[in-house]
């Protein structure tokens, strides 16, 4: 299996355009987790998703984010507008019946 | 409140030292915690889990349920295990502390 895939690996962009980071889980799995990791606060869970279900959105900044997960093997997240705060990793994770946790390589993402 | 506390931002130690990353969690439940590392430029991996009690590249962790505390240890560090170290607790959600960088110096 080729684990959780993320795309793009690094994303460099300007203030106030829109950002979109695509997330594909290992097969099978049906909870998908999306994370953002910034050297001031660490690891945080923005929104996870059961079967495809939004359960919990909580860490989720502001309006600016979204997430969806139209079905089982595709998940976005997405700014708009983004602004220069909203530069940090931010990593997938996927797992089956919220086990062990696979996380992808992370998107790298700069707002200028 | 669910939460996981990890105290130290920054550990480092010379090579062959002892060391304990600290972890303390808040949960009324029965937890079931773990250690997470992303060694630079990789993905973050699991290390470890308390329900399986093993001992990875050296590192233990033990449940202590009246201090709630999860911390890791490894008796003799090595660079090689320069690296973030996140201790997370599984409730319906993984919860993730905010990590401790440990440097192994040699």
């Known amino acids: 299996d080729a684990g959780v895939i993320q795309s793009p690996r690094h994303e460099v962009t300007e203030m106030g355009q829109e950002v979109t980071l695509r997330c594909k889980p290992i097969s099978g799995h049906n909870s998908l987790f999306w994370y953002r990791q910034t050297m001031m606060r660490g690891l945080e869970l923005l929104i996870y998703?059961?079967?495809?279900?939004?359960?919990?959105d909580s860490g989720m900044p502001e309006d600016r984010f979204s997430a969806k997960m139209p079905n089982a093997s595709f998940s976005t997240l997405k700014i708009q507008p983004s602004e220069p705060r909203d530069s940090a990793v931010y990593f997938c994770?996927?797992?089956?019946?919220?086990?062990?946790?696979?996380f992808g390589s992370g998107t790298q993402l700069s707002v200028l | 409140a669910q939460r996981v506390t990890q105290p130290e931002k920054l550990l480092s130690v010379f090579k062959g030292a002892p060391v304990e990353l600290k972890c303390n969690y808040s949960y009324s439940g029965s937890p079931e915690l773990f250690w997470y590392v992303q060694y630079s430029r990789q993905r973050l991996q699991l290390l470890l889990r308390h329900i399986s009690r093993e001992s990875i590249k050296g590192f233990t962790a033990d449940l202590n349920k009246g201090e709630t505390s999860f911390h890791l240890k490894k008796p003799f560090a090595q660079e090689e295990d320069s690296a973030m170290y996140y201790c997370?607790?599984?409730?319906?959600?993984?919860?993730f502390g905010t990590g401790t960088r440990l440097q192994v110096f040699p």
């Open positions: 997370a607790l599984l409730t319906d959600k993984l919860i």
């Open positions: 998703f059961n079967n495809n279900v939004p359960i919990d």
């Open positions: 994770a996927s797992s089956l019946n919220d086990e062990k946790l696979f």
